[in-house]
């Protein structure tokens, strides 16, 4: 079992920054792909980017490449998302996932272990 709990989230003014964080409680972090979902209003849940393991390989939506960045510290169980250009339309719910698979997350978009989510908001 994988606990996640996000912080960081909040408001946001447009071309502004925000980032967030994901602690896991897991003795086996660093065998865990990591990833930032988000959902908007009436919006189905979107996968925004995703870590492997050795923080090697990175996969990005099309629209936050160049803006947003993974991250991952595996001595301290945390994974980031740092986000830098704000657009309105970042403006959503904020989940950290996390799967033993790669393929569950990338390509199925289901993830076993999810956290509770936070908010971003992004003003005009």
């Known amino acids: 079992q994988v606990q996640l709990a996000e912080s960081g989230g909040g408001l946001a003014q447009a071309g502004g920054s925000l980032g967030l964080s994901c602690a896991a409680s897991t003795r086996t972090f660093s065998s865990y792909v990591l990833a930032w979902f988000r959902q908007a209003p009436g919006r189905d849940r979107e996968l925004v980017a995703a870590i492997s393991w050795s923080g090697g390989l990175l996969d990005y939506a099309d629209s936050v490449k160049g803006r947003f960045t993974i991250s991952r510290d595996n001595a301290k169980n945390t994974v980031y998302l740092q986000m830098n250009s704000l657009v309105p339309e970042d403006t959503a719910v904020y989940y950290c996932?996390?799967?033993?698979?790669?393929?569950?997350?990338?390509?199925?978009?289901?993830?076993?272990?999810w956290g509770q989510g936070t908010q971003v908001t992004v003003a005009s």
């Open positions: 996932a996390a799967d033993q698979s790669r393929e569950t997350i990338v390509t199925q978009k289901r993830p076993r272990y």
